[in-house]
């Protein structure tokens, strides 16, 4: 299996996990990891105050980081079954940039494989930097 199938299969995986009983928009997301092999999955999880949600990029960035602390990542694979595939929100976008470079590659896919490659720095040119 390539990294981008192994990505988007984790992705998907999470998907299925999602709660998401306010929305019925279920989200999976798998960051994977700089320089190994390692693709931590997140999904959508939501929350009857609904400002309690969080999002599956944020759920896997925060399990990734509970599990290997603030290490290079390499890629974030997002997994929705809209066409066209949904981008990470701007809350996201900003969390994302908390750990990762512009340089981090942005995969928006369906189950059935990436439909668009771009990148955190394409999504988020300017982000906050508490200075
Ligand atoms: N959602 C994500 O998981 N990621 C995003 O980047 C945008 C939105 C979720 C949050 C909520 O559970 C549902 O999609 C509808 O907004």
Redesign the pocket.
């Known amino acids: 299996m390539t990294d981008l199938k192994r990505a988007v299969a984790v992705a998907t995986e999470a998907r299925n996990h999602s709660y ?1 009983p306010y ?1 019925h ?1 279920a ?1 999976g997301a798998a960051l994977k990891l700089k320089d190994r092999d390692v693709y931590v999955p997140g999904c ?1 999880v ?1 929350n009857a105050s609904f400002g309690g ?1 969080i ?3 944020r759920s896997a960035l925060v399990a990734a980081v509970s599990q290997y602390g603030k290490v290079p990542f390499e890629s974030v694979t ?1 997994v929705t079954d809209t066409n066209p595939p ?4 701007a809350f ?1 976008r900003g969390v994302l940039s908390e750990f990762c470079g512009p340089e981090l590659v942005v995969y928006l896919a369906t189950p059935e494989g990436v439909k668009i490659t771009t990148t955190l720095g394409e999504l988020l040119p300017h982000p906050f930097k508490l200075v």
Do not use: R
């Open positions: 998401s929305s928009f989200v959508n939501e949600t999002c599956a990029e997002v949904a981008y990470p929100c996201c």
